[in-house]
């Protein structure tokens, strides 16, 4: 299973520092087999002694030049980063990447080589119209993107079950993940307000191969229960 630790605007370089340390101990000790990545702020890239694949939120996709503010592969790869999220609703949503952007973007570190962990979601007014408005709606999301690069990982993630406290119900992803698996043959992730109470359950539906997690991620022994229960 893929357990993904997602900290957003969360952490600060030091915290980070501990929270790897701290899991990376856990992973030790208990010789655990799960695939385990986590996403820091950039502030808090590092070369990490840890068997915990470190990602980049996200990039510009740029080697390097004069894009003010943003970061590019040079400065990923001085940490060694040759994994990332792209798609996020957040970024989406929030700082308006449009698909054809997004496409750019992985397009790019696709070229580059980096394993990217390619987020799709449907917000709720979506999701009321029903399965076919969800499918439709989720596989816009694929356009422009290769689908069948090896490195590939998809995240689905309901834009309404994230930070709500209010997970998708197990019928919701198990049809959402069927219909997904069907077009896609990749690795699929379900995040979302994923949680210690809900993660046995999400993690026994057909077709779930891991979680993107947010808020129950931030505390590296909650994210550890996650992998344990
Ligand atoms: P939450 O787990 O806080 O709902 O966030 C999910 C998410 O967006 C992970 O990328």
Known sequence: MIFAANFKTNHTRASTKK??????QKLTDSECKEEVYVFPPFTALDTFD??????????????????TGEIGVEQLEEFGIKTILIGHSERREILGE???????KFSFFQENG???IYCIGEPLEVREQGDEAVTSHLLAQFEGIDTAYEKLIIAYEPIWAIGTGRSATVEEIRSTHKVLKQSVDKPLLYGGSV???????????ENVDGVLVGSASLDAENFYQLMKK
Do not use: C, D, H
């Open 195 to 205: 949680n210690v109470k809900n993660i046995q359950e999400i993690l026994s539906i």
């Open 19 to 24: 929270y790897i340390e701290t899991l990376n």
């Open 50 to 67: 840890t068997t915990i694949k470190m990602g980049a939120q996200n990039g510009y996709p740029v080697r390097n030049g004069a894009f």
């Open 114 to 116: 980096f394993e990217i």
């Open 98 to 104: 449009s698909q054809e952007r997004v496409a750019k």
